[in-house]
Protein backbone atom coordinates (compact mmCIF):
# COMPACT_ATOMS: atom_id res chain seq x y z
CA UNK A 1 0.00 0.00 0.00
CA UNK A 2 2.92 2.22 0.38
CA UNK A 3 3.49 2.68 -3.45
CA UNK A 4 -0.59 3.63 -3.26
CA UNK A 5 -0.59 6.50 -0.59
CA UNK A 6 3.15 7.80 -0.42
CA UNK A 7 2.20 10.55 1.88
CA UNK A 8 0.31 8.42 4.43
CA UNK A 9 -2.67 11.09 3.89
CA UNK A 10 -5.13 7.62 4.08
CA UNK A 11 -3.68 6.84 7.87
CA UNK A 12 -5.43 9.65 8.81
CA UNK A 13 -9.20 8.05 8.09
CA UNK A 14 -10.43 10.86 6.23
CA UNK A 15 -13.23 9.38 4.42
CA UNK A 16 -16.41 7.66 6.06
CA UNK A 17 -19.38 6.46 4.85
CA UNK A 18 -23.11 6.01 6.15
CA UNK A 19 -25.61 3.11 4.74
CA UNK A 20 -29.19 4.68 3.53
CA UNK A 21 -32.06 3.19 2.29
CA UNK A 22 -32.64 1.81 -0.60
CA UNK A 23 -28.95 0.89 -1.44
CA UNK A 24 -27.86 4.34 -1.16
CA UNK A 25 -24.02 4.94 0.21
CA UNK A 26 -23.23 8.34 0.97
CA UNK A 27 -19.43 9.17 1.31
CA UNK A 28 -18.27 11.66 3.62
CA UNK A 29 -14.81 13.57 3.26
CA UNK A 30 -13.86 15.00 6.76
CA UNK A 31 -17.29 15.30 7.47
CA UNK A 32 -18.52 16.73 4.33
CA UNK A 33 -20.84 14.69 1.89
CA UNK A 34 -18.91 13.89 -1.50
CA UNK A 35 -20.85 11.17 -3.39
CA UNK A 36 -24.15 9.11 -2.83
CA UNK A 37 -24.28 5.96 -4.87
CA UNK A 38 -27.38 4.19 -5.58
CA UNK A 39 -28.00 0.79 -6.70
CA UNK A 40 -25.29 -2.06 -7.66
CA UNK A 41 -22.15 0.37 -6.78
CA UNK A 42 -23.84 1.44 -3.75
CA UNK A 43 -24.70 -2.17 -2.21
CA UNK A 44 -21.40 -3.86 -3.73
CA UNK A 45 -19.23 -1.01 -2.25
CA UNK A 46 -20.59 -1.34 1.00
CA UNK A 47 -20.13 -5.20 1.01
CA UNK A 48 -16.54 -4.61 -0.01
CA UNK A 49 -15.95 -1.96 2.65
CA UNK A 50 -17.59 -4.25 5.51
CA UNK A 51 -15.35 -6.63 4.68
CA UNK A 52 -12.46 -4.59 3.96
CA UNK A 53 -9.19 -3.37 6.47
CA UNK A 54 -9.27 0.57 8.06
CA UNK A 55 -6.97 1.30 5.09
CA UNK A 56 -8.08 -0.75 2.48
CA UNK A 57 -11.77 0.95 3.22
CA UNK A 58 -9.51 4.18 3.21
CA UNK A 59 -8.95 3.55 -0.61
CA UNK A 60 -12.18 2.03 -1.96
CA UNK A 61 -13.71 5.34 -1.03
CA UNK A 62 -11.11 7.96 -2.52
CA UNK A 63 -11.27 5.35 -5.66
CA UNK A 64 -14.94 5.64 -5.68
CA UNK A 65 -14.95 9.36 -5.22
CA UNK A 66 -12.84 10.29 -7.79
CA UNK A 67 -11.03 12.96 -8.48
CA UNK A 68 -13.97 15.48 -6.99
CA UNK A 69 -11.48 18.27 -5.72
CA UNK A 70 -10.55 19.04 -9.38
CA UNK A 71 -10.53 23.29 -10.03
CA UNK A 72 -13.98 23.74 -7.49
CA UNK A 73 -11.88 24.44 -4.11
CA UNK A 74 -11.22 28.07 -4.97
CA UNK A 75 -14.89 29.04 -5.23
CA UNK A 76 -16.10 27.27 -2.26
CA UNK A 77 -12.99 29.27 -0.58
CA UNK A 78 -14.51 32.71 -1.80
CA UNK A 79 -18.35 31.80 -0.75
CA UNK A 80 -17.55 31.33 2.75
Not at 10 to 32: C, M, N, P, V
Not at 44 to 67: C, F, S, Y
Amino acid sequence: MGSIDKRGVLEGEIFSYRAGKDDTLFIHWQGRLVTALRGEKGCALHIALREADPLQAQLLMAKATGNFKRGNERLAKRKN
